[in-house]
């Protein structure tokens, strides 16, 4: 045998104990490192508990989140109609200890992609391996110079991010007189969670309806149209809220006039006794202000594969702060399934594995059209190799024929299992 | 020289091809992982959605089928179980055929 075939036989060898190593079976094994995960709701959660629990423990699992607990969205359109209370949407991290995560309340303040370090506000660096931001969102405050100070922001509230401001909203419609105007305004899509604020007007109509009959609730749409599950709202506003809810689409809001709780749009300004402003959003600012691209200037691109940053090695971004594949939903049903597939591609990418080149994500979003009747809309989303980016599936999901207490009944079940699975 | 080195590509080739093939072992986990925000992670539910952890591979593709025809009436079922594919239900009821119940099921 002459040496060359000798050298390629070895070479052979070599290769086939790679393979073995690394290669079909056992993927993921032996991943380690530490993996910081900035916020803990609905993305950041669920990444923390699958990466700690996939990956058996082997990669270190730091949780930070600037809240004592999670105070959940889904479900507080209920809180504010005085249906649920807030401590029925709010749940501690505690659970997250039995897979060995290590929660710290605290503010990051900081992204040093290059040291691979992140900044605490109460002081200190955490150092990471791989960092996975899921901060939600942040208000764009700039394009309403009425609402810049801190006293404007505690009068006129959004209620967007759940927590003392539902209690706060819900106390002000207490307080609103019959007769009153429940004046809400919708940004121009993408925001956080596309049904939800048509949620919010059944909701306070439904509060209204029985408390406060004489009122009325006045929905000004920055949209050209209702931007979800439109022919079901409709039917329940004209069935359940005949002459109480009034929708007006393409109603941009200007400005706020804070002290006389008036909404200024283009052309009118519209007086309210509530007025509840949810403002254009962008990525939370830990993802926004930390150099990762962004599209738009507002939501961060990223690889689909990974969940990582297209610009910026090691920082997984997911949830709200990321700019969406079509047809993709800002939801936190969604957040969970990025968290997911981020987990499974840190844990491959850990242990020097590639990622897989298959992942799906499905979204399933409920609506209360009143206490107890929910409608869906649900989508399925594979990874398409083409365009780099997953793709709804024609021809599945699709949305609720009418609203129902069976749904209602699945919709109190989702919210239940979501939590469990991202905090238990 | 250069016959050694296309040959060693070409056994590249076949390894990766060998390792597409046994594709990612853990796709059906990940797959699974998707129903878990309904169904509980693993497939034990918290509550109020049927579990699926230790549900035998027939019956759960029996049931898809019927959701699928509309044979079995659905609030949801029928629209997200249009969106995975044959192989990948495959996977997912394989997953969750071998896991165990905690607790019963609910
Ligand atoms: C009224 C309403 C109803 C909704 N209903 C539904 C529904 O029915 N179904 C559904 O799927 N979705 C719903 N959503 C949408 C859902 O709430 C969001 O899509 C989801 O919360 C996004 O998850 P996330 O992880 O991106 O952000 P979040 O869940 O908001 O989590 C972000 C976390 O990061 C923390 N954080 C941010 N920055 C920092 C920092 N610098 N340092 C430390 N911590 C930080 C925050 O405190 C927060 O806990 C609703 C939203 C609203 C407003």
Known sequence: MSAARRGFIKGTLGLSAMAALYGCAGAGKGAK?????????????????????????????????????????????????????LSDITIGYEGLAKYGITVVQDEVTAVDAEKRMIRLARGGDLAYDRLVLSPGVDFMYESLPGMASAAAKESILHAWKAGPQTVALRKQLEAMPDGGVFAMTIPKAPYRCPPGPYERACMVAHYLKQAKP????????????????????????????????????????????????????????????VLNVVPPQRAGDI?????????????????????????????????????PAPTMPKSGHMANQH??????????????????????????????????????????????????????????????????????????????????DMLT | MKKKLAGTALLWLGLSMACAQAADPNLGRNLAATCANCHGTDGNSAGGIPGLAGMSKAKMLGLINEFRSGAKPATIMHQLSKGYTDSQLDLIADYFASRTPVGGAK
């Open chain 1, 214 to 273: 004489k009122s009325k609730v006045l929905v000004l749409d920055a949209n050209e149209d209702i931007v979800s599950k439109k022919g079901l709202f409709t039917k329940a506003w004209a069935d359940n809220y005949k002459g109480m809810i009034e929708y007006r689409p393409q109603s941009e809001l200007r400005d706020v006039d804070v002290g006389n709780r008036t909404a200024i749009l283009e052309f009118e300004q519209v007086k309210a006794s």
């Open chain 1, 339 to 420: 968290a997911k597939v981020a987990a499974a591609a840190i844990i491959n990418l850990m242990s020097g594995q590639p990622p897989s080149d298959a992942p799906l994500v499905m979204n399933t979003c409920y609506s209360f059209v009143d206490a107890t009747n929910v409608v869906h809309v649900a989508s399925v989303h594979p990874y398409d190799a083409a365009t780099k980016q997953p793709q709804p599936v024609k021809g599945a999901g699709g949305l609720s024929a009418a609203p129902t207490e069976m749904e209602g009944k699945y919709a109190l079940a989702w919210a239940r299992n979501i939590w469990a």
């Open chain 1, 287 to 323: 993802a926004a202000k930390s150099g990762l691209k962004l599209i738009n200037n507002r939501w961060v691109d990223v690889n689909w594969l990974t969940m990582e940053s297209t610009s910026t090695p090691n920082i997984h971004v997911l949830g709200d702060a990321i700019f």
């Open chain 1, 33 to 85: 490192g530490h993996v910081v995960v900035v916020g803990g709701g609905y993305g950041g959660a669920t990444a923390a508990k699958y990466i700690s629990m996939w990956s058996e423990g082997g990669i270190r699992v730091t949780l930070v989140e600037r809240n004592a607990a999670f105070v959940s969205c889904p479900i507080s359109n209920l809180v504010i109609a005085g249906e649920k209370q």
